[in-house]
């Protein structure tokens, strides 16, 4: 499945934005999404994941409260709002897929995920 992840930019502190993550169309119905971000010199970190089936959804610490993930009706696009955005925030943000329904304990790891899209990047000004 190719990703194509869209919607980064250049924000400042406190603003919102919503990326979108596409599988080329293709309907997701039983597949788990997730997404991570990177900052240069750091592991990629977990965000988010949602079971497209059930619309079971786990977040990170950092960004549960302030971020949700979405799908739209059709199950080919998923989104990550995110809002009350900081400094911190500021990273390369990639979805990732798997044709499987994840169990919960295993929606944070990375290595689950079989397909990556390349990524939008995501600052935000102080």
Do not use: N
Not at 25 to 30: D, F, I, T
Not at 84 to 110: E, G, K, M, N, Q
Request: charged share 20%.
């Amino acid at each position: 499945v190719q990703l194509q992840a869209s919607g980064g930019g250049l924000v400042q502190a406190g603003d919102s934005l919503r990326l979108s993550c596409t599988a080329g169309g293709r309907a997701l119905s039983s597949d788990t999404m997730a997404w991570f971000r990177q900052t240069p010199g750091k592991e990629r970190e977990f965000v988010g994941a949602i079971r497209l089936q059930d619309r079971y959804t786990l977040y990170s610490d950092s960004a549960k409260g302030r971020f949700a993930i979405s799908r739209d009706s059709a199950k080919t696009t998923v989104f990550l709002q995110l809002r009350t955005l900081t400094p911190d925030d500021t990273a390369t943000y990639f979805c990732a897929h798997t044709p499987r329904r994840l169990i919960v304990s295993s929606l944070a790891d990375a290595r689950q995920y079989d397909d990556w899209g390349q990524g939008t990047l995501v600052t935000v000004s102080s």
